[in-house]
T-cell receptor
Framework: DGGITQSPKYLFRKEGQNVTLSCEQNLNHDAMYWYRQDPGQGLRLIYYSQIVNDFQKGDIAEGYSVSREKKESFPLTVTSAQKNPTAFYLC?????????????FGSGTQLSVL | SQQGEEDPQALSIQEGENATMNCSYKTSINNLQWYRQNSGRGLVHLILIRSNEREKHSGRLRVTLDTSKKSSSLLITASRAADTASYFCAAGGTSYGKLTFGQGTILTVHP
């Protein structure tokens, strides 16, 4: 089955701790994205990567970091600098060769602060 | 920043009725997309309409786009309990691949 796998589904962070959310895709997509979703809200873009070894900040990048060492993987680290990390985090990918800009999403990671 | 705004924020209907959700956006777009999200899950792409199109159909879905008013609507006909979900519009602008999402409409369909 082709798709996007996010892990873990639930994650708890202690104060001052960095945590890393995993996102893996086997769709052979070049572009990958991280979104944050707060309760009752839409999605806000944290970081995105259009090609391996390159990534750009989205609208709310402060307190987050990413890497893109492999096409299949785009992990997100929530650092201790992110003071309000509790949210639902969604990873997505897109085939940039396609005419449309259709996003494929993983099933999300719920991050909570202990 | 959020480009799209959707209304209503919540919609409650009976099975068999039609559901209409509206989306407004602020800047020029190349396309407008609609996604569905079941509670606690990722989003699933439903339909895309390009800026030079006015209406598009897919099964029980009908999307319209009015670029002069910077607005779009999603109509779900003959709704089913399984349509219960949140629906989001997403605007595709001049920067390819960067979609801006609205805040969503929560649709509840009662059996």
């Amino acid at each position: 089955d082709g798709g996007i796998t996010q892990s873990p589904k639930y994650l708890f962070r202690k104060e001052g701790q960095n945590v890393t959310l995993s996102c893996e895709q086997n769709l052979n997509h070049d572009a990958m994205y991280w979104y944050r979703q707060d309760p009752g809200q839409g999605l806000r873009l944290i970081y995105y990567s259009q090609i391996v070894n390159d990534f750009q900040k989205g609208d709310i990048a402060e307190g987050y970091s990413v890497s893109r060492e492999k096409k299949e993987s785009f992990p997100l680290t929530v650092t201790s600098a992110q003071k309000n990390p509790t949210a639902f985090y969604l990873c997505a990918s897109m085939d940039r060769r396609a005419i449309n800009e259709k996003l494929f999403f993983g099933s999300g990671t719920q991050l909570s602060v202990l | 920043s959020q480009q799209g705004e959707e209304d209503p924020q919540a919609l409650s209907i009976q099975e068999g009725e039609n559901a209409t959700m509206n989306c407004s956006y602020k800047t020029s777009i190349n396309n407008l997309q609609w996604y569905r999200q079941n509670s606690g899950r990722g989003l699933v792409h439903l339909i895309l309409i390009r800026s030079n199109e006015r209406e598009k159909h897919s099964g029980r879905l009908r999307v319209t786009l009015d670029t002069s008013k910077k607005s779009s609507s999603l109509l779900i006909t003959a709704s089913r309990a399984a349509d219960t979900a949140s629906y989001f519009c997403a605007a595709g602008g001049t920067s390819y691949g960067k979609l801006t999402f609205g805040q969503g409409t929560i649709l509840t369909v009662h059996p």
